[in-house]
């Protein structure tokens, strides 16, 4: 592993700045991690301190006043909310569904593959069709699944503190470019702006992309044996899941069941968040209202043996 370097200032040579001089410019572990992430998405990758950081820093970015996103429906609710919060300065977005072509008219498409926690997939090809440029968040697909700039989207967006770091100690987003002219002009907003990731998290990053692919393999495996038990429990109304990837979302009667599920359990966490090495479940609801069903719990797949999960669900479920 790289060293980890916190300096915040690298003397200049002969009089003149090297590589490194100021951290809000760039520094040794976060170029690192962005050259490894760069090469699992293929393409120009920037970090940011968190992943609202990244969305936030993006739309900034390339967008001016009066322009329009295109955000798809069912995406994490925090997107949508941090559009909102932009609409004072002038940023408009609008909902859609990704499953179908984007609107005409909008001058940025923001899908999300899959999205958190309905696991929609996005039509990738209706997107890439549409004149505007298309970001997508692929959290949770991760490069080991889905590789969104070889399917025409223009950036790619992660919140690293979720699979990429991926063990539930990181705070980190991530935007992937397509173009090096594009890296070069949000870079210089990063800069400028100083919504920079400091060494400490890069560094988390670097080491967990070492085992990125081991663990999402064997979360998908899991979650795959975990959706069909699910499909099949009486107690279990509906299962979403794209058929890949360690995130799905099961619907309970309502929200007393959902409670009773999520203070049963023994060895999963009722917990936020998703991506680690530890199993997460929650009931959605409490953070996003109505927009969800009241039964609807989301479960994040860890790397614990998977029939411990079924024994734990499985108990949790006789309780409702
Ligand atoms: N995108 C998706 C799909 C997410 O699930 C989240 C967080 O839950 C974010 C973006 C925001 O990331 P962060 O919490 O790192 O700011």
Redesign the pocket.
């Known amino acids: 592993m790289p060293a980890l370097d916190r300096s915040t200032i690298w003397p200049y040579r002969d009089g003149e700045p090297g590589e490194f001089y100021y951290q809000r410019y760039a520094h040794p572990t976060g170029v690192e991690a962005e050259r490894a992430l760069g090469e699992l998405d293929g393409g120009h990758a920037l970090l940011f301190p968190?992943?609202?950081?990244a969305?936030t820093s993006l739309v900034l970015a390339l967008l001016s006043p009066g322009d329009t996103i295109a955000l798809a429906e069912g995406a994490?609710y925090?997107?949508g909310i941090a559009f909102a919060q932009l609409e004072r300065w002038g940023l408009r977005h609008l909902e859609f569904d990704q499953t179908g072509a984007p609107p005409a008219g909008v001058q940025l498409v923001w899908l999300?593959a899959p999205s958190?926690p309905f696991l929609t997939m996005p039509d990738l090809d209706a997107a890439a069709a549409h004149p505007a440029q298309v970001v997508v968040?692929a959290?949770?697909a991760t490069p080991i699944h889905l590789r969104p700039l070889e399917r025409g989207a223009d950036f790619v967006l992660h919140?690293a503190?979720?699979y990429l770091a991926g063990h539930h100690d990181a705070?980190l987003?991530a935007v992937v470019c397509k173009r090096a002219e594009d890296a070069e002009r949000l870079k210089e907003f990063r800069t400028r702006a100083g919504i920079v990731a400091a060494p400490d998290p890069c560094w988390l990053l670097l080491r967990g992309l070492k085992t990125l692919e081991v663990r999402v393999r064997r979360q998908t495996e899991s979650a795959q044996v975990l959706v069909q038990r699910l499909e099949a429990h009486p107690k279990v109304e509906r299962v979403r899941y794209p058929g890949f990837g360690g995130l799905l979302s099961f619907d309970v009667a309502g929200a007393d069941q959902a409670r009773a599920v999520e203070t049963s359990l023994r060895v999963i966490t009722n917990a936020t968040?998703?991506g680690g090495v530890d199993s997460v479940l929650e009931a959605r609801a409490r953070w996003e209202g109505d927009r969800v069903p009241p039964g609807l719990l989301r479960l994040s797949v860890g790397l614990e043996p998977v029939e411990e999960l079924w024994d734990d669900l499985s108990q949790a479920l006789k309780r409702v």
């Not at 968190?50 to 950081?53: I, K, M, N, V």
Request: charged letters at 15%; zero cysteines.
């Open positions: 968190s992943g609202a950081g969305t994490y925090g997107t999300e958190n968040d959290t949770a919140s503190t979720k705070l987003g968040s998703l």
